[in-house]
């Protein structure tokens, strides 16, 4: 348990004397960090960042894989609070249902970070700060580029592959696309949930292709289900970037490879490499020293041109 948050701590833990520390060195600070899971290649870039950054940081960090179910994360949450860990950060699976353990760890001193996906909740107070991309503008910006793209064209039809239900990525992807669509000749003709897996990718657009013959274009809201919604195009016989163009978010190397080999079209990218900007924000929460209550990761998007451009220094 690291000085400062120890001071804080033994405030409000009678239990918590010398013995206190969570990681037997008393200056190093302890992070209880719950993630999503290992749902995409996107999950797979950031855990791995995350790890990397509290090392080198030297953070010792607690790591906890929801396998994307809200009730392991809220499990873990408490166990943290129980270790008395220094703080507490996490990657919301959905957007809803955290106030009452947020509140526990409130009560018990803990700091708390949210990264990568935000919380619905009326209280700010349950948060230090929140790390991660704005979804609603990605969106945007996947829709954006479809209007240009199909100027002229008449009636596009779109299906969109989305996130998991009542996630902060899936709900703000939706809203973003909608409002950069709208007035426009492209219509939503059909819409599920995937789960932002490959394998959800492709039996979503294996039914789709089932239920529609006039499919133009596959909005999907990660790169995992868009491959998984190529494969099943071809399957079908038709030509995924040609017959069916797709649009994805993300950006990780097995998108950008599809993209530079024309099965994809437009990928507006979602940056997972958080780690080390998540680490300077938990050294200053736990010193107490301000932060901002959001801070926005810089991303940008990339057409096959660029796609090939960039592809060979790609990271993840
Ligand atoms: O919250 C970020 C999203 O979660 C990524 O876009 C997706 O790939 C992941 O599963």
């Known amino acids: 348990m690291a000085a400062v948050a120890g001071v804080a701590l033994c405030g409000a833990l009678a239990a918590c004397g010398s013995g206190g520390s969570a990681s037997g060195d008393d200056d190093a600070i302890t992070m209880g960090f719950s993630q999503v899971g290992a749902e995409s290649g996107w999950r797979t870039a950031n855990t791995k960042s995350i790890r990397e950054a509290a090392k080198a940081a030297g953070i010792e960090l607690k790591f906890s894989d929801a396998q994307q179910k809200q009730e392991n994360q809220i499990k873990a949450i408490r166990s943290f609070i129980q270790q008395r860990v220094d703080v507490i950060a996490f990657s919301p699976v959905v957007e809803t249902g955290w106030d009452n353990v947020l509140l526990e760890a409130k009560r018990a001193n803990i700091p708390v970070i949210l990264t990568d996906r935000a919380i619905d909740s009326d209280d700010e107070s349950l948060y230090e700060t929140f790390l991660g991309s704005d979804f609603v503008e990605e969106g945007r910006k996947a829709g954006e580029w479809l209007v240009e793209d ?69 909005y999907a809201h990660n790169d995992d289900m868009g491959l998984g919604a190529i494969e099943a195009i071809e399957a079908a016989g038709k030509k995924p970037g040609e017959d069916i163009k797709i649009i994805t978010v993300d950006a990780v190397k097995d998108g950008m490879q599809a993209l530079a080999d024309g099965k994809i079209n437009f990928i507006v990218e979602c940056n ?37 451009k960039v592809l060979p220094e790609r990271q993840y």
């Open 272 to 308: 997972p490499l958080l780690g080390d900007q998540l680490m300077d924000l938990v050294q200053k929460v736990v010193a107490g020293e301000q932060v901002p209550k959001r801070v926005v990761v810089e991303e940008t998007t990339f057409t096959q041109e660029e796609a090939k």
């Open 150 to 218: 199909s100027k002229g064209e008449g009636t596009v039809n779109v299906v969109e592959l989305q996130g998991t239900t009542g996630s902060a990525p899936a709900l703000d992807r939706q809203e973003g696309f909608q409002e950069a669509i709208s007035g426009s000749d492209i219509k939503i003709i059909a819409s599920q949930t995937g789960d932002f897996t490959r394998s959800g990718g492709k039996q979503v657009m294996e039914a789709f292709l089932k239920s529609h013959s006039d499919i133009d274009v596959v």
